[in-house]
């Protein structure tokens, strides 16, 4: 399974049963109104879809962080839980050592030096390291969402705290990435999207991966991913 629902995610969860996600790895809006800011060196005016060519319409979709009730519905449906942002919601989460830190290696720029993951996991601090710089990237990649984040960055996440069979969700799926990476690697993927725009630019990008075609099975790669050989 790997299909992404073009719906309101509060709407979506109320038909979930309980604990039926193993992991939700989630990037929700942080209310920082990072969909209109302008910035020096990646100004929005050059910011084009990857797939049809034309620049970004301004959108309001990070107005506000989500309420008390997306943060219960979520726990309920969702064993465990990756919510990137966690450091702007402290409100709704409880207290927890397994943070995780992307250094995005942004060097001298007006960039943040990276982004922070709360995460329902009892273990240490951990740090990934992928340039995601403005234009500048650890690998080649379409950006089709302002705040996108990088393939590479899901498949480490799945293969750090996921296990093999487990179903994946994502509330606000944006350009993709997770999608892909969950196609990759072999998981049972599902999602939510509200904007038809983005959620059209996921699909054409998924597709387009899809078709390429693998290498190895999902499974194949999960026997090679937690044998240690893979990645």
Known sequence: M???HLIDCME?????PDKYYELAIVDPPY?????????????????KSAINNIPYEKKEWDGEIPGKEYFMELMRISKNQIIWGGNYMTDY???????IFWDKQTGESDFSDGELAW?????ALRKFTWLWSGFKKHKPEDRIHPTQKPVGLYKWLLKNYAKPGDKIFDSHVGSGSIRIACHDMGFDFEGCEIDK???EAQEERYSQHAMQGDL????????????????
């Open 31 to 47: 209310g920082i109104g990072e969909s209109n800011k302008q910035r020096k060196n990646t100004p929005c005016k050059r910011w």
């Open 2 to 4: 790997n299909k992404v």
């Open 119 to 123: 995460t329902s996991f009892n273990k």
């Open 93 to 99: 989460l409880y207290p927890s050592m397994g943070w």
């Open 12 to 16: 979506f969860m109320k038909g979930i």
């Open 197 to 199: 725009d983005y959620w």
């Open 216 to 231: 190895f099975s999902g499974l194949d790669l999960q026997k090679e991913i937690y044998q240690g050989v893979f990645l």
